[in-house]
């Protein structure tokens, strides 16, 4: 059974920061490129920062500077470093792990998500 469970959430000030965890079982962790994203109230997911299994990176332009993703393959983990944090970061933040196989007949998606864990940025 394939697992993604996220910690490090909370509550922080603006100009605070966080670090994000998300644990991965279940997959070969090594193999899968990562992401995290968030949702916002009555918004749409969206993508904050993505990491390949070379640990190449891209960013949100918003999060760009502040945010740093990163993973540690003998952990079976990836972080989401915050720093610097704005009211407009608040939400809910899911990490996921997601590739593409070919089957011998077919390209199949396989992706798994994370349950997601609360970021609030309030003074």
């Known amino acids: 059974q394939v697992q993604l469970v996220e910690s490090g959430g909370g509550l922080v000030q603006p100009g605070g920061s966080l670090r994000l965890s998300c644990a991965a079982s279940g997959i070969i962790f090594s193999i899968y490129p990562m992401g995290w994203y968030r949702q916002a109230p009555g918004k749409q997911r969206e993508l904050v920062a993505a990491i390949t299994t070379g640990s190449s990176t891209n960013y949100a332009d918003s999060v760009k500077g502040r945010f740093t993703i990163f993973r540690d393959n003998a952990k079976n983990t990836v972080y989401l470093q915050m720093n610097g944090l704005k009211p407009e970061d608040t939400a809910v933040y899911f990490c996921?792990?997601?590739?593409?196989?070919?089957?011998?007949?077919?390209?199949?998606?396989?992706?798994?998500w994370g349950q997601g864990t609360q970021v609030t940025v309030s003074s």
């Open positions: 996921n792990a997601a590739r593409t196989y070919y089957s011998g007949t077919e390209y199949v998606p396989d992706d798994y």
